[in-house]
Each structure stands twice: as structure tokens, then as C-alpha cells.
């Protein structure tokens, strides 16, 4: 079984930057696709950004688009969320998951979810 453990988060001021990690242990790691999501305090989780495992095509919600970049090593089975010129409304706890079939902004495709992260964006 595949089990996610993301790394990275942490304060930043408004303006900065972080790089969240998402190791993917256990079986062999063969999902299609990487997603990242978040949820902000008392709102719904969110899709964020995703990128298939075999070509490293990305797709991004209208809020990331521009700043955030998901990339993968395949070699670690390590997914990455590059988060740059963050704002106070990007403070969520973040989590990555698996997709087996396809990319897609919709949760339920997601199949695997590590436990979150918190990133936290002050003024």
C-alpha cells in the first residue's frame, strides 16, 4: 500500500516562498498522477495543482496558475508543490494524493491522501 508523507511546510511572510514534499513510500508507486489540494480554516478542500507521473504534465486551479509548480523525481517517488509569491489566502493545510486513472481537480478520483501540512502566510 502507498502511503504519502508530506514535508516542507511552515510560516512565511506575504511575498516569500516554499516548497512542499510529498514522499510516496510503500508498493510500488504506479499512479497515474500526483495531486496537490488544501483546505483553508472553515472552508471545503480544494484542488491546487497535479501533474501526471509518466510525462510530468501539469494542471493548475486559477488560483495557482502563475505562481505554483508541481514537479516529480521519479527516481525518489518524491512529488514537489513549488509555492512562490504567496499571500495570506494561500494558508491552508496542504495534502497530496494519488490519482489512479487519471488527472483530475475532482477528490474522488484521488484515491491515497497523506495527512496535510500546514503552511501558514502572514502580512
Known amino acids: 500500500q502507498v502511503q504519502l508523507v508530506e514535508s516542507g511546510g511552515g510560516s512565511v511572510q506575504a511575498g516569500g516562498s516554499l516548497r512542499l514534499s510529498c514522499a510516496a513510500s510503500?508498493?510500488?508507486?504506479?499512479?497515474?498522477?500526483v495531486g496537490w489540494f488544501r483546505r483553508a480554516p472553515g472552508q471545503e478542500r480544494e484542488f491546487v495543482g497535479a501533474a501526471t507521473r509518466s510525462s510530468g504534465l501539469t494542471y493548475y486551479a486559477d488560483s495557482a496558475l502563475g505562481r505554483f509548480t508541481v514537479s516529480r523525481d521519479i527516481d525518489t517517488n518524491t512529488w514537489y508543490l513549488q509555492m512562490s509569491n504567496l499571500n495570506p489566502r494561500d494558508t491552508a493545510v496542504y495534502y497530496c494524493?494519488?490519482?489512479?486513472?487519471?488527472?483530475?481537480?475532482?477528490?474522488?478520483?484521488?484515491?491515497?491522501w497523506g495527512r496535510g501540512i500546514q503552511v501558514t502566510v502572514s502580512s
Open positions: 494524493a494519488t490519482a489512479a486513472q487519471s488527472m483530475s481537480d475532482s477528490m474522488g478520483e484521488y484515491d491515497r
Open positions: 510503500g508498493r510500488t508507486f504506479t499512479s497515474f498522477a
